[in-house]
């Protein structure tokens, strides 16, 4: 079994930035990628970016591109999404994502980012 812990999230104004943290506990030795996604009230969850635990290669929404930077801490199964630039449309519940070998998945909590103008 996996836990996430998701933590940054918050009230922002326009143009401000946020840094969200993912922390991996438990069965994490076939991590394969971490990632984040967003849902907006009302909308479906979207994808906003990943990173490949082997080699660090990264993915990107193409509205996010250029204003968020994912990470990961190889010190620990950590992620970090570097949010800056924000706008009112990234309010949303941010929630983490892993991906294990062998197909396993899981998600964590949610974190709720609010972007006032």
């Known amino acids: 079994q996996v836990q996430l812990v998701e933590s940054g999230g918050g009230l922002v104004q326009v143009g401000g930035s946020l840094r969200l943290s993912c922390a991996a506990s438990?069965?994490?030795?076939?991590?394969?990628?971490m990632g984040w996604f967003r849902q907006a009230p009302g909308k479906e969850r979207e994808f906003v970016s990943s990173i490949r635990w082997s080699g660090g290669s990264t993915y990107y929404a193409d509205d996010v591109t250029g204003r968020f930077t994912i990470s990961r801490d190889l010190h620990g199964y950590n992620t970090h999404l570097q949010m800056n630039s924000l706008k009112p449309e990234d309010t949303a519940v941010y929630y983490c994502k892993a991906d294990f070998l062998g197909g396993r998945t899981y998600w964590g909590a949610g974190t709720l980012v609010t972007v006032s103008s």
């Open positions: 438990g069965r994490t030795s076939t991590l394969v990628a």
